[in-house]
């Protein structure tokens, strides 16, 4: 039985996330029963999500319990498989957690999905073509609801969600507006992602200079917003949206990390009769086979071109999940374990 | 031609209103014209949504303008008709303003409407049975959309809103809750509008006080919450919402003058899954007969048995909108000018 490093959740954080939460553990990995399979992880991706997961508070998922492996989606392939379902070699999408191997029982339902690689590369099903890319066609299209030649705008623009985002934007006739951190993701946002522009939220002290330069960027105002980051950004397009706008809320990620963030300008609710709306992804798996569809075609056809953050090795996860909370990451964070 | 005496908007609010900012003038009415009636005004109605219109700001509806009479909703009686449509003694809804008489052009649609007050008195035009009626009606038919059995809350429960809401929620079969300022406002809340529990904001310092409160008044959560007050005590029920939510934003009173008050917890809206939509009645006037008529059903039943706070002459309608917007009215705020 192979060697399997695994990173468990040892303490929970108090304010700020930190390296000391997780710890590094080594072991083997268990003999299979009948029925289960021997993944070995290629990718670990992290998501912003987790960090709600290690603080013991009401959420709507259940807390990573403490002393467990932390959990997280992975692809990898079938090294030894006591299921007919899946045979070694299988190229596989799992919530493998953060470890190098996983020991699956193949028939639980949802548990493991074969994925074809020849069109669509393997870590992409952890990002534009999985969970990320399927959130941002949830809350482009359920809620959202664009028409052509309407604005819209994300912020987060340049990361897993965002980059899905712009290109369903663009596929549907729409403006589409980024807002990410710095001049390099800005450009990348515009030139390699297709989006009509974006707006470098670190130029601006407040949300009101960043709202003027939304106003710029969106002369026919904000018809929908997709949220992944709360705080002074969502304010700022907040001042900006047209009557009867629409927000999806996906992350606060501002706020993830200690004190809550408040909206300054509830208020805009009333006056600009918008509908603000929270969802998981998770909770609306029946639009999943038309989002998966849709985003793999477009990853095909050239239209969706998403960039990835390759951290080396399970030893460098903890340090790679702190910087995506504070947006060192530059596309889908991911960690490759072979 | 008898004597009108007007209160005029004499200059824009900087910070908090006072009545400073309002002119009362004395002039005759001019000869009616082919086509006009003129109406003497029994009561004018004060409305939250005034305040809003005294700034000078972006706002859902046109500023009123300096100079001219404060606009607002009155009923009263015809006392002399050019036009086919009505004749002396007519009972009649419209948008007279913060005056005694108006000339009004009759066959423009949607100015005058004879009301019946077989059934309904006079003054519910303006409350129960009038805008503000349909304002609780719409926000809990159309957006918070309950089940039976459902727990509902509505702010400002003891006000024209706040009753009809709870008049509707039992209709339906809810849990009504209410929030109110006072002893005596949550006794009538429960004692005389039939809701299940009232909740005294005064009597807590803050959110998590309020919140806690609510546990015990809502032991299944809130899954519907009608919005008219912001700040505070849209953050204690913010905290009691259970997933998937629905909040109807109709009015954030206490921001309207001054500083806006901001949403504490945003998060909630990803965390709960919330729905939080803001509307403006006006802009459905589709719902309007239905919604007229289930209200005027409710008062003939006896189910909804709203009260009022009247002022005595048009010359009071400053103090009594002021202390409208302070919570010192106790139900629907009108003015009697006769």
Redesign the interface.
């Known amino acids: 039985m192979p060697t399997n490093r695994q990173f468990l959740l040892d303490s929970r954080p108090q304010g700020a996330a930190s390296a000391a939460n997780f710890k590094l553990v080594t072991g083997e990995t268990p003999p299979l029963q009948e029925g289960q399979v021997l993944v070995r992880h290629h990718y670990l991706s992290l998501d912003p999500y987790m960090r ?1 997961r290690m603080d013991d508070a ?3 998922a259940a807390p990573q319990p403490l002393g467990q492996v932390m959990q997280g989606g992975t692809v990898g392939e079938v090294v030894e498989s006591r299921s007919p379902r899946f045979q070694a070699g299988d190229k596989v999408l799992g919530q493998g957690g953060w470890q190098e191997y996983s020991v699956v029982d193949a028939e639980q339902k949802g548990a493991l999905r074969k994925v074809d690689t020849s069109q669509v590369p393997l870590s992409y099903y952890l990002g534009a073509v999985g969970m990320p890319g399927v959130t941002a066609w949830y809350g482009l299209e359920k809620i959202i609801r664009p028409q052509a030649g309407k604005t819209v705008v994300v912020s987060a623009a340049a990361g897993a969600v965002g980059s899905a985002f712009g290109a369903l934007a663009k596929a549907r006739g729409c403006r589409a507006v980024g807002i990410a951190g710095g001049p390099d993701k800005c450009r990348y946002v515009v030139d390699d992602l297709g989006f009509d522009a974006c707006l470098d939220y670190k130029q601006h002290p407040d949300a009101g200079s960043l709202s003027k330069a939304l106003k710029q960027a969106c002369p026919d105002g904000v018809d929908g917003y997709f949220e992944n980051v ?1 705080g002074m950004v ?1 304010d700022a397009v907040m001042l900006r949206m047209n ?1 009867f706008g629409r927000i999806a ?4 990620i501002a ?1 993830y990390d200690g004190r ?8 805009l ?12 992804v998770g ?1 609306h798996m029946e639009v999943w086979p038309q989002a998966l569809q849709e985003l793999a075609d477009l990853v095909a056809a050239g239209k969706l071109r998403p960039r990835e953050s390759i951290a080396q090795g399970i030893e460098s996860a903890p340090e790679a999940f702190l910087g995506l909370l504070h947006g060192r990451n530059f596309g889908k964070q991911l960690v490759k374990l072979v």
């Open positions: 709600g009401k959420n709507y709360g969502m009557p809320v996906c992350g606060m706020g809550p963030v408040p909206m300054t300008y509830p208020q609710i009333l006056r600009s009769r918008l509908t603000v709306e929270g969802f998981i909770e």
